[in-house]
């Protein structure tokens, strides 16, 4: 088994910064793909940002050149810095990773992190 654990989310003001952490637990297993996700209240669950199988990295245009994804595969972890933080960020923020798992590829979320930006 595979388990995704989140940290970093809280309440911060527009304008500041957070960073998203996930790390992934268990064994045998390799890391392909990794993701965020958020929901906001009312809302479906949309892409936030994600690397590819191949390296490539995606993010939604209304985070475009303020939050940045990244992964650290000696760790197991990836990660989401956000800065300048809007109102409209405000969501639960879900990791996702697709992992290799005895010749199987699975995909395994998070339990969710809540980002609330208010003044």
């Known amino acids: 088994q595979v388990q995704l654990v989140e940290s970093g989310g809280g309440l911060v003001q527009p304008g500041d910064s957070l960073r998203l952490s996930c790390a992934a637990s268990g064994s045998g297993f390799d890391i392909n793909d990794v993701a965020w996700y958020r929901q906001a209240p009312g809302k479906e669950r949309a892409l936030v940002a994600d690397?590819?199988?191949?390296?490539?990295?995606n993010y939604a245009d209304s985070v475009k050149g303020r939050f940045t994804i990244s992964k650290n595969n000696a760790k197991n972890t990836m990660y989401l810095q956000m800065n300048s933080l809007k109102p409209e960020d405000t969501a639960v923020y879900y990791c996702n990773a697709g992992v290799i798992l005895t010749g199987r590829y699975l995909k395994v979320w998070g339990q969710g992190t809540l980002v609330t930006v208010s003044s």
């Open positions: 690397i590819t199988g191949g390296g490539r990295v």
